[in-house]
């Protein structure tokens, strides 16, 4: 059962158009077929699409999780509720996810903020545990940087960040590479007052596989500007997004080779 194509007449041009109907087997026929990973991606939705719209597509029920918060479908089948905090693998026992794991808040001993899912490629051996599995980088609402086994949920790894900058926000500055922690912005200083902090917030730049510390960036106002809405990591560049509308791009690599006054690590 191939993909068939049928003729269809278009408007005042007269003109005629291929209107192409994918049947579930003409999909999965292109779907092994294609080399490409983004082009196996949009096959596989497409798949998905075409049965859940076929007439004769039936559906039981197999299982139910309800979840207050936003469920995050992982790597390696694993479907996360509760903010990571509970994990449950796909490929159970009749279809039905069985339970990897529940942490607990003892365990955490903080509020989850912000989570990232990593896949480890093994570069070198013996490798750490961090280099052997799939894990999870947790940042804690009490400043708390965790590496955890997305398998067991144990913590392989805790760093603690700062005793007064409070870091808020985490996510990929180069994908799979190195991840951003984000302070809250602080509030614009007073005028008048020469001696108060005009650092608008704080970046810190880890390398993960394992977790190492590359860079600690204060965003002062009198280097970057005064009227800063954000700014955010991408790649190799330091986007500074201003409220009048102006998007000014740093290289990060320069900043770190010509500005960095101290050297550093985790300890």
């Not at 970046?203 to 009227?227: C, H, M, T, W």
């Amino acid at each position: 059962n191939m993909p068939t194509c049928k003729r269809r007449s278009s408007s005042s041009h007269g003109m005629g158009r291929l209107k192409c109907q994918r049947s579930t087997l003409g999909l999965l026929y292109e779907r092994e077929r294609a080399l490409e990973c983004n082009r196996m991606d949009s096959l596989s939705c497409a798949l998905l699409r075409t049965a859940i719209l076929e007439n004769r597509s039936k559906f039981l029920p197999v299982w139910t999780m309800e979840s207050p918060r936003p469920v995050c479908i992982g790597l390696d089948r694993r479907i996360y509720f509760e903010n990571h905090q509970k994990c449950f693998f796909l490929d159970g026992k009749d279809g039905r996810p069985h339970s990897q794991y529940t942490l607990l808040d003892s365990q955490l001993q903080a509020r989850v903020g912000s989570v990232v899912i990593y896949h480890t490629a093994v570069q070198r051996y013996p490798c750490t545990s961090e280099e052997s599995c799939v894990c999870f980088l947790m940042l804690t609402n009490n400043g708390y940087l965790k590496v955890l086994d997305a398998d067991t949920g144990q913590v392989l790894r805790t760093v603690y960040l700062s005793p007064t900058i409070k870091f808020r926000y985490l996510s990929w500055a180069n994908y799979l590479r190195t991840v951003q922690v984000k302070s809250i912005i602080s509030p614009h200083p007073r005028r008048g007052n020469p001696e108060q902090d005009t650092t608008l917030m704080t970046i810190a730049i880890f390398k993960v596989q394992p977790l190492e510390l590359v860079a600690n960036i204060p965003i002062d106002r009198k280097v970057f500007g005064s009227d800063i809405k954000d700014v955010m990591i991408q790649e190799d560049i330091l986007l500074v997004v201003h409220f009048s509308g102006y998007r000014r791009f740093y290289s990060l690599p320069w900043i770190l080779d010509n500005c960095s006054v101290l050297r550093t690590g985790i300890g």
